[in-house]
């Protein structure tokens, strides 16, 4: 049984970096077909698709982060990261990390999430 | 970006009901819609993908269809632990886009 979790800080200040890492059990990420993925969920505007990285390091982002976001894996330690700098009120969010399948977008499992707060 | 439109946007409803919602996309996705349920405080969970292929374990009167650009979720029997909120998300094209979701709440 797949299951991920996320871990990080549940509090950043604004202007610094957002660090996060997805942790994944039960499905080694270098046997491939899986797009491990971001999205966070804001408490007005919805979900929102963050991006994906395939286990070889092809990445996909939104274009409306892409400037901001960073994902990276390790396929050694069966985990992937998200980096996000340059954070603002408008990212506070529950961030959950997840995993796509053949087609990429049919997210399954999803972690639980983890609420960042960005605040002085 | 693909604009996927879901309504309504709440749904009161009493158990043994048979309810719809409904997602529409701003342009072809073909068969590419996804949707969730979501419980208060739980990650989204997937119960219906490629417009209409139930995952494994989602109860059987959970269905899915799709009509061009429209997408259709229907519960033939509402049971209680039904009442969350669903989303529609589009997986034709980066970057995925989910509908803003249907609260659908105890009539």
């Known amino acids: 049984q797949v299951q991920l979790q996320e871990s990080g800080p549940g509090l950043v200040k604004p202007s610094q970096t957002l660090s996060l890492i997805c942790i994944v059990s039960?499905?080694?990420?270098?046997?491939?077909?899986?797009?491990w993925t971001w999205i966070r969920q804001h408490p007005v505007k919805g979900l929102e698709w963050i991006g994906f990285i395939y286990y070889t390091g092809i990445t996909d982002y939104n274009p409306s982060l892409k400037s901001r976001v960073t994902l990276s894996v390790d396929p050694s330690k069966n985990q992937f990261s998200l980096t996000l700098n340059s954070m603002t009120a408008a990212d506070t969010a529950v961030y959950f990390c997840a995993r796509g399948g053949a087609t990429a977008g049919n997210l399954d499992p999803w972690g639980p999430g983890i609420l960042v707060t960005v605040s002085s | 970006d693909v604009q996927m439109t879901q309504s309504p946007s709440s749904l009161s409803a009493s158990v043994g009901d048979r309810v719809t919602i409904t997602c529409r996309a701003s342009q072809k996705i073909t068969k590419f819609l996804n949707w969730y349920q979501q419980r208060p405080g739980k990650a989204p969970k997937l119960l219906i993908s490629?417009?209409?292929n139930l995952q494994g374990g989602v109860p059987l009167r959970f269905s899915g269809s799709a009509s061009g650009t429209d997408f259709t979720l229907t519960i033939s029997s509402l049971q209680p632990e039904d009442f969350a909120t669903y989303y529609c998300?589009?997986?034709?094209?980066?970057?995925?886009?989910f509908g803003q979701g249907t609260r659908l709440e105890i009539k």
């Open positions: 998300q589009q997986s034709y094209s980066t970057p995925y886009t």
């Open positions: 490629a417009a209409s």
């Open positions: 039960g499905d080694p990420m270098n046997s491939g077909g899986s797009y």
